[in-house]
C-alpha cells in the first residue's frame, strides 16, 4: 500500500556497513512512499540505525534515541523506530525502558522497514527481530546518501570469525557474501550514475567468497570491478592480516584501479593476547604480511586498529605492543580501550584491567602512533598525488579539500588546497607542500595534456 507523503527521517550510526543498511532502508521507504526529510523536527516518523559494537556506541545511540524521542512531544512525530545492532541486542529493554520507541526492527528484518513504519504510524507497538540472514542485492532499491562520485559496497554480510571481544557474529549472524555477479552489476549501476570511487566493506573483506565459491575470491571480484569504464578507485576497506593472500596483493599491485591502501586490523602485537583475543595468526606473522605488502606495493599505506587493556595484558605485554608499533611503523593506527561485552567469552576472562590504566594505555600508544605518523606525513611533503576532490573545506569556504589513494573517506586525513578550487568529484594532480599529524597541504598542478588514468603517488 503506497502512503501519501508522510515524512521520515532517518539517523544512521556506527560504521560504513550499517550506512548501507541505512541507505536500503531509505531506498524501501521511498519505494513505499514516503519522502525522506534530513530534519527531525518535520518528521512523522523517525529511524535511528543503532551501533552496538562497543559500550560506547551503544551510549551514543540511547542517547541519540532519547534526544530524538523528546520530537514526539515538540514536534509533528508520531513513530520512533529503533533498527540495526542494538535493535538486535536489546530488544525487550528498548521497549521496556524507553516508552517513546515506538518500534524494533532486527538487523535481518530492515527490509520489512516500510510496512514497520506504516504500524507504528497507526499506533501499534512493534517488536520485529528475528535471526539476522538478510542480505541486499543489486535489484533492491538504494538511496545511496554519500557524495554522487563515491559509494560503499557491502560485498558480504555477518562473521564467522568468532573474535572472543566480539559480537558481531551473534548481531549479524554468520559470513555470507554476494556472488560476483551482484555486486559486480551493483558497481556497474553506481559507476553509470557517476560513482568514480567505490569502497568494498564487509565484516572480513579477505574472507569474501569462502562461503559461495570455496576459496576467498576477493582478488577475482577487484579484477572484474576493475573492467568497468568510469570508475577511477576500488578501495577494500577490514582486511584480515592471515587471510592477505599473494594473489590478493599481486592484484593491488598490478591494477592501477586498486587504491594502494590497506586497511589491516590487527588489534594487538603479544602472542598471548592474540590468543586470547581468538584472533589467527601471530605477531610475526603480522611483520610477515607488512612485509609483503611494502615488497610488492612500495607506495601502500597501511592502517591498523588495537584494542589495550584486553584482559591479561601486563605492562610488559604493553609494552610489547609499543615496540611493535614503533618497529613496524604504519601509516595511520587507530587505538581503542577494552570494552567488556556481555555474552562474548573475553568478558569472563580474569585479569581484569583498571579503566584508568586502559585509559592511560591508550593515550600512550596514541601518542607513540601521532609522531610516527606525522613523521611519515612528512615524507610526503613535495610528492604528486592524484586527488578525488571532495568540496569546500567545512571550516573555511577559501579551503578546497580533497584525497588520493591513501586517504580513506570519514577515516583518514585531508587534503587541503588553496589554490585553486576545482568541482567536487574532479581528480586533479596535487603537489603536497606541507603536512601535519593527519591532515596534508597541497597545491593544484597544472593538468598534463593528453594524461589518462592514475598515477597514484609520483615522486616529484
Ligand atoms: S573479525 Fe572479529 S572483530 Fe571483526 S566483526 Fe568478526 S568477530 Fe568481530
Redesign the pocket.
Same mark, same amino acid.
Given at each position: 500500500m503506497r502512503v501519501m507523503n508522510e515524512a521520515v527521517a532517518l539517523i544512521s550510526l556506527g560504521c560504513a556497513k550499517n550506512l548501507v543498511d541505512s541507505e536500503v532502508m531509505a531506498g524501501l521507504l521511498t519505494g513505499a512512499g514516503y519522502r525522506m526529510t534530513p530534519s527531525p523536527e518535520e518528521a512523522d516518523a523517525i529511524v535511528v540505525n543503532t551501533c552496538a559494537f562497543i559500550g560506547e556506541a551503544q551510549e551514543e545511540a540511547v542517547d541519540t534515541i532519547l534526544a530524538l524521542a523528546k520530537h514526539k512531544e515538540a514536534a509533528r512525530c508520531r513513530a520512533l523506530v529503533v533498527a540495526g545492532c542494538l535493535a538486535q541486542r536489546f530488544a525487550s529493554e528498548l521497549l521496556a525502558e524507553i516508552p517513546e520507541i515506538d518500534a524494533v526492527v532486527g538487523t535481518g528484518d530492515f527490509p520489512q522497514i516500510a510496512d514497520v513504519v506504516r504500524r507504528a504510524l497507526s499506533g501499534e507497538r512493534v517488536r520485529l527481530v528475528g535471526s539476522p540472514c538478510y542480505l541486499y542485492d543489486e535489484n533492491t532499491s538504494r538511496a545511496v546518501s554519500t557524495p554522487p562520485y563515491t559509494a560503499y559496497i557491502k560485498i558480504a554480510e555477518g /562473521?564467522?570469525?568468532? /573474535?572472543s $571481544? /566480539?559480537?558481531? =557474529?551473534d548481531l549479524?549472524g554468520p559470513f555470507r557474501s554476494r556472488p560476483v555477479e551482484s555486486i559486480v552489476a551493483e558497481a556497474r549501476k553506481l559507476a553509470r550514475g557517476g560513482a568514480k570511487e567505490l569502497i568494498l566493506i564487509a *565484516?572480513?573483506t579477505t574472507r569474501y567468497g569462502e562461503d559461495v565459491y570455496g576459496r576467498p575470491c576477493l582478488a577475482r571480484l577487484l579484477r572484474e570491478i576493475c573492467k568497468i569504464d568510469g570508475l577511477r578507485w576500488v578501495r577494500v576497506l $577490514?582486511m $584480515?592480516p592471515t587471510r592477505v593472500t599473494d594473489e590478493l596483493i599481486e592484484v593491488m599491485a598490478s591494477e592501477a584501479k586498486v587504491c594502494k591502501y590497506v586497511d589491516l =586490523?590487527l *588489534?594487538h602485537a603479544d602472542d598471548d593476547i592474540l590468543r586470547a583475543m581468538n584472533?589467527r595468526g601471530t605477531s610475526d606473522d603480522a611483520r610477515e604480511v607488512i612485509a609483503r605488502l611494502r615488497r610488492a606495493i612500495p607506495d601502500v599505506t597501511i592502517r591498523s586498529t588495537f584494542i589495550v587493556g584486553f584482559p591479561g595484558e601486563t605492562e610488559e605485554k604493553f609494552e610489547r605492543l609499543i615496540g611493535f608499533l614503533e618497529e613496524v611503523r604504519l601509516d595511520r593506527v587507530g587505538v581503542f580501550a577494552y570494552s567488556p561485552e556481555s555474552g562474548t567469552p573475553a568478558a569472563r576472562l580474569k585479569g581484569r584491567v583498571r579503566a584508568r590504566v586502559k585509559e592511560r594505555r591508550r593515550r600512550e600508544a596514541m601518542e607513540v602512533q601521532r609522531a610516527i605518523s606525522r613523521e611519515k606525513n612528512g615524507t610526503r611533503v613535495g610528492n604528486v598525488y592524484d586527488v578525488l576532490i571532495e568540496g569546500r573545506s567545512e571550516e573555511s569556504d577559501l579551503v578546497t579539500v580533497g584525497r588520493s589513494q591513501a586517504e580513506a573517506p570519514e577515516i583518514d586525513g585531508l587534503i587541503y588546497i588553496g589554490n585553486e578550487h576545482p568541482d567536487p568529484g574532479e581528480f586533479r594532480r596535487v603537489r603536497i607542500i606541507d603536512a601535519g599529524d593527519h591532515d596534508l597541504v597541497g597545491e593544484v598542478l597544472p593538468d598534463r595534456a593528453g594524461e589518462e588514468g592514475d598515477a597514484g603517488s609520483l615522486q616529484n
Open positions: /562473521c564467522s570469525n568468532r /573474535c $571481544y /566480539c559480537v558481531i =557474529p549479524r *565484516q572480513d $577490514y $584480515y =586490523p *588489534q584472533r
